[in-house]
C-alpha cells in the first residue's frame, strides 16, 4: 500500500479520499464482488485519470482510478473476480498504481482499507494466485452448469479470447519444437502435433 485514507499531503490537501496499492502498469483488476458497472470515467491528466465506478450488490460503490485500459461497459454486470481494467498511470499519478475509493450506500466515503488484502490478492496474476491458493479464478464452481455460465454467459468468452491471444507466442514456440521432434518420425504425425498444442492451449485458457 502506497497511499492511505485520509492522509494530506501534496497531492491530497484535503485528504486521500481512498487508498493506493502499488501495481505495475497493466496488471489485471477484478471486481471485489458481484456488481453492476454504474460509470466509465475518463478525467485525462486530472483526477483518477480513467476510472470505473462498480456498485457491488450490498449497495456500496467501488472506485477504481488510474487505469490504462478499461475491458468494461457502462451497465454491465460482473461477478466476483471478473477482470474489469489494466492498472495504469493516468490521471493526476506520479507512478502506476491502483487508486481504489469506497463510498457507502449513502454516496459518502468510508475507509476501504479493510479491503486492501483482497484488492491485493485480486490484483496478483493467475500465477501467484495459484501457487497462493491451488487455483487461478478466485471463484469456486461447485456445478458444471456454474462453471458452464461462468465461461459461455459470464463474460468467460471475452476473458478466454484474451488470455488465449496473450499465451499465442509461447503456443507458437512449442508447436514449432513439437514440429521438429515428430517430424523425425512422420510429417502427418507433426502436422497432428501442432494442432493438439494449440487445442490444448485452448483447454488451459478456459
Known sequence: MTGRYGEVDKLHPNGHKGIDLGLSEGTPLRSLYDGVVERVVDYG???IGKGIIVRFADGREGIYGHLSDI???????????DVIGLSGNTGFSTGAHLHFGLKDGNGSFVDPTPLAEKLGEYSQSGWQRFLENGNVANND?????????????????????????ISLPILVGVSIGVFALLNMVSKR???LGVILTFILGGLVCL
Open 141 to 165: 464452481y461447485p456445478t458444471i452448469k456454474g462453471w458452464l455460465y461462468e465461461k459461455v454467459i459470464g463474460g468467460g468468452i471475452e476473458h478466454w479470447i484474451e488470455n488465449y491471444l
Open 71 to 81: 475491458k468494461v461497459k457502462v451497465g454491465q454486470l460482473v461477478s466476483e473476480g
Open 45 to 47: 491528466d486530472e483526477n
Open 189 to 191: 504425425l507433426a502436422n
